[in-house]
């Protein structure tokens, strides 16, 4: 069975801080890594993607990736109340499947 | 990015009918939908794999009778949910592949059913 853990949370910071989101995976031949943010009500969207061990910048988040401790984790720096929503990871398992099996998400919220 | 789109976002029904829900690619043509089910607090589940123009892959414990999957164009993935109980009441989402940038998942707006 192939699985993705996250911390259900709620995760609280205060604004302007740096928020981290953790993201374990059982199956070490994944291959690509994504996070999401799903207001609630709403459907997801993608935030970023990463594929190779590292860090991936894209403006205030930054996705890293360790394949050998099977962990991603998204950093949200200066935190906006705007950010309040649930975090999904997802991965994708193998380079011939296009399906994304999803954690259950973190909610975050980020107080003014 | 891309656009995915759902219809309705909102349907209410009674108990016993079928509900067609519909996902468009609005600005790109997608070979491969996916359908998901998203129950209150808990996480994206796939229901099944759209293909155009052959059968849709179920997953398991997925009742392909009762979750008729038809993507008869590029850009149109319909989920029609047959004789809806209370239980079936949930956020359905659909995505959509875009081949052109490597295979990234692009997801409609969700159609929210109640079934009463």
């Known amino acids: 069975q192939k699985e993705v853990e996250q911390n259900s949370g709620p995760l609280s910071v205060p604004e302007g801080a740096i928020a981290s989101l953790n993201c374990t995976y059982s199956?070490?031949?994944?291959?690509?890594f994504f996070w999401y943010r799903q207001y609630s009500g709403k459907s997801p969207e993608l935030i970023m993607f990463?594929?190779s061990n590292g860090d991936k910048e894209d403006g205030r988040f930054t996705a890293q990736l360790n394949k050998a401790s099977q962990y991603v984790s998204l950093l949200i720096r200066d935190s906006q109340p705007s950010d309040s929503a649930t975090y999904l990871c997802a991965v994708k398992w193998g380079a011939g499947s296009y399906q994304l099996t999803f954690g259950k998400g973190t909610k975050l919220s980020v107080i003014p | 990015g891309a656009v995915v789109s759902q219809h309705p976002s909102w349907v209410i029904c009674k108990s016993g009918t079928s509900v067609k829900i519909e996902c468009r690619s609005l600005d790109f043509q997608a070979t491969t939908m996916f359908w998901y089910r998203q129950f209150p607090k808990q996480s994206l589940m796939l229901m099944a794999t759209?293909?155009?123009?052959?059968?849709?892959?179920?997953e398991q414990g997925v009742e392909k009778d009762k979750f008729l999957i038809n993507h008869a164009s590029l850009t149109l993935s319909t989920l029609t949910v047959t004789s809806a109980h209370p239980e079936d009441s949930s956020f359905y989402i659909c995505?959509?592949?875009?081949?052109?940038?490597?295979?990234?998942?692009?997801f409609g707006e969700g159609s929210r059913l109640t079934v009463l």
């Open positions: 199956d070490r031949g994944s291959q690509s």
């Open positions: 759209s293909n155009e123009g052959s059968k849709a892959t179920y």
């Open positions: 995505s959509a592949r875009l081949e052109a940038s490597g295979g990234e998942l692009f």
């Open positions: 990463i594929y």
